[in-house]
């Protein structure tokens, strides 16, 4: 595939590419790719929360804390 860029995002992906930050124009393309297939799937994981919360389903901040206290023991367990 062949894409064309416009000249300041072109020019913009060169200057990360001479920075060392990325290895081609191409890599550029590519991670820029992949940050919005991941800023969709944050946007729709959102939309869901938002969507449960308007529904009433929520959990307490408590409720909440105490389950991600729980998942950083078991996942700090796990590393050990």
Do not use: C, W, Y
């Not at 000249?7 to 081609?24: D, I, M, R, T, Y």
């Amino acid at each position: 595939m062949s894409i064309q860029l416009p000249p300041s995002e072109q020019s913009a992906a060169e200057q990360l590419v001479a920075l060392g930050k990325f290895a081609s124009v191409e890599e550029v393309v590519v991670e820029g790719v992949r940050r919005l297939v991941s800023s969709e799937q944050l946007r729709e994981q959102v939309q869901a929360g938002i969507e449960q919360a308007n529904q009433g389903d929520l959990v307490d901040h408590d409720t909440l804390f105490a389950k991600l206290r729980d998942l950083a023991t078991a996942s700090n367990a796990d590393a050990e």
